[in-house]
DNA sequence: CCTAATGTCTCCTGTAACTGGAAGGTCAAG
DNA sequence: CTTGACCTTCCAGTTACAGGAGACATTAGG
């Protein structure tokens, strides 16, 4: 199948199939007489794989981790919890940060009257 | 002053200030003969209220925006309100999706035992 | 069989907001 | 006089692609 027919099926735009070969993440299997990237199924499920990933906010180097674990059947589960624990982390940290900017920012915007005088506490608290 | 002064005083690296100027958000008022930009405290006060709102999360063109309102003296508050307050809906947007990521990573975590064999509910889920 | 439309290729550029580094000029201290 | 800190410009890299140009391939319709 050619690389239009496996993004549509994997839920990624071509670019991005593209993209994804030409870092290594998941290459086209081989290439047509008239060079066109051939996609097999397999290459397909690594596609879709990566996608619910990204869906996931994992980084493309952890797709990569992950990818790599999914294809190994040796793997133990601890490898990919480690991965996912680490992510999760990261989350908690977004989190705090962004609730801790989101009551202050809250604050301000319930302070200011919104009016047509020139006096803003937001402005204020930043200059 | 020198930029390394100014950016000491303004809480920024060097860099960052150069980069203002660059594209403009906040200019050096002139050189000197050497070609040393020359920072004043009105250029000082204007890079420590960009580091503030880059703090709160607004971006460089909301930036600008908040800094010529900051330098308007006939503004209205409703302005700074209103891009507060579109701030503020993308950062409550933001913590909806990451809630969301949050809560079933976590549930995929807990669900992993994280031990030596390959069966790994979190792998099963994106594959 | 011809044509038009669509699909695919490579290569280049741009995004946001900087950061790092190289090569070179300037300035103050010892 | 030299060392070291500071300044300059320009270029490249970061993340994860998206947009577009120009050219070749394939396919559907008439």
Do not use: W
């Not at 993440?25 to 047509?32: I, K, T």
């Not at 952890?62 to 990818?67: H, K, M, P, V």
């Not at 790599?68 to 059947?73: K, P, R």
């Not at 302070?111 to 005088?117: E, F, H, L, S």
């Amino acid at each position: 199948m050619n690389i239009g027919t496996a993004a549509k099926a994997a839920g990624l735009p071509v670019k991005t199939v593209r993209y994804y070969a030409d870092i290594g993440l998941v290459d086209a299997p081989d290439r047509s007489e008239t060079g066109y990237r051939r996609y097999d199924e397999a290459a397909v499920r690594k596609l879709a794989f990566v996608r619910r990933a990204r869906d996931f906010g994992f980084s493309i180097e952890e797709c990569r981790e992950l990818l790599s674990l999914y294809e190994d059947q040796s793997r133990s589960s601890s490898d990919v919890r480690r991965i996912a624990q680490a992510h999760l982390e990261e989350i908690e940290e977004k989190q705090r940060q962004l609730a801790a900017l989101h009551d202050e920012l809250a604050h301000l915007v319930k302070a200011c009257r919104g009016d047509d005088r020139p006096d803003c506490p937001i402005l204020e608290r930043l200059g």
